[in-house]
């Protein structure tokens, strides 16, 4: 029992250690924490889903995609022998979602599916089955089908109430429809809840409104938030995560704006550079960094450069990042909301 009790120490310490911003201490101790609860799977099996699902979201959110995959196949492989209907949601949402970031958008669909069938048989607990709603929407936003989307966003915010995430996706879709004042209303309402929760998201907030304000040609307003966002970030996970080139790219977008357009170009660069390294050269998420280009390059007059990028972009919508899954539609121009 000792090394059970010692498990649970360091799966507490990683815990307190990530939200301290101590990266490699908190993927160490958890990795250890996992290690040691294996060997009492059979009688603490939820608290080995527990910690691997755990590690599962540190390695999403360092954009290690793979790995908090397999992290999630581990975890829901454990839950297989067992009768725990609420962590089994836990780490469909999660399997889900990272798939969704990894481009694999039929996958991720068919097991958040599941996740809401699932949740639904749980009313006792609405914040889960608002979650399963959430992450669902997402992927109807992402694949171009809004108002599938905005019925799975409507009904997580009815269960949820003030989740900041919601308000964010509700935002971020009134973006994508071009709605930006009310883009704008969402935003603000998210970011407000977010600070009073005092959560290390907000940056995520701080950038789509920032994303949004840009569109609506508030550029002070926005630059200062996208600054504050891309300084969050990079203190957190450093200079070469994904959320980093979210920034960037916005940026971009506001300084294409203002007539920067060597400044612009840097930024361009840069967010695509960056997004490549931590999604792969084939996600096409990367298209709306490349079409932005293209029309930097075609207002700079280099249209063989402009249909270079054109070019890539529609193929990166086009061809099934896995097998049997949909592509993702083009894009809408402009800078998306962080997700």
């Known amino acids: 029992m ?36 294996t060997a009492y799977a059979a009688r603490r099996p939820d608290e080995l889903v527990a910690a691997t699902l755990a590690m599962a979201g540190f390695r999403a959110e360092l954009a290690d995609y793979p790995t908090a995959e397999r992290l999630c196949e581990q975890a829901l492989a454990v839950l297989d022998t067992q009768d725990n209907r609420p962590l089994r949601v836990d780490a469909l949402i999660r399997l889900g979602t990272v798939r969704r970031l990894r481009g694999d958008f039929d996958r991720a669909e068919e097991v958040l599916r599941t996740a809401v069938a699932l949740a639904g048989r749980q009313p006792s607990d609405p914040a889960l089955v608002a979650a399963a709603h959430n992450a669902l929407g997402i992927v109807f936003k992402e694949t171009g089908r809004y108002p599938a ?3 799975e966003y409507e009904i997580a915010l009815g269960l949820s109430g003030a989740a900041p995430a919601v308000h964010h996706n509700l935002a ?27 959560s290390t998201g907000i940056a995520a907030d701080l950038t789509v409104l920032g994303a949004v304000l840009v569109a609506l040609e508030r550029h002070a307003e926005a630059e200062e938030l996208l600054h504050r966002a891309l300084d969050v970030w990079t ?10 080139s979210v920034c960037l790219h916005n940026l971009a977008v506001l300084q294409q704006r203002r007539g920067e357009p060597d400044a612009a170009l840097r930024s361009f660069q840069e967010a695509l550079r960056i997004r ?13 960094v490349l079409n932005n280009l293209a029309v930097l390059h075609e207002e700079q007059r280099r249209p063989d450069h402009a249909a270079a ?29 962080a997700r």
Do not use: K, N
Not at 14 to 32: E, M, N, V
Not at 235 to 244: C, D, I, Q, S, T
Not at 276 to 288: D, K, N
């Open 309 to 337: 990028c054109r070019r890539r972009a529609q193929r990166l919508t086009r061809e099934p990042q896995s097998s049997g899954a949909r592509p993702a539609p083009p894009p809408p121009p402009g800078p998306p909301p």
């Open 2 to 37: 000792l090394q059970l009790v010692r498990a649970r120490w360091r799966f507490q310490r990683a815990l307190r250690l990530w939200r301290a911003g101590r990266i490699a201490a908190a993927l160490d101790h958890g990795g250890r924490a996992v290690t040691m609860f």
């Open 172 to 198: 971020g879709l009134a973006y994508a429809e071009g709605r930006f004042d009310d883009a704008e209303s969402w935003a603000r309402r998210g970011l407000a809840l977010r600070e009073q929760a005092e």
């Open 149 to 151: 989307a905005a019925a």
């Open 276 to 288: 490549e390294a931590a999604l792969g050269t084939a996600h096409p998420e990367l298209a709306v």
């Open 235 to 244: 203190a957190r996970f450093g200079p070469e995560h994904y959320e980093v």
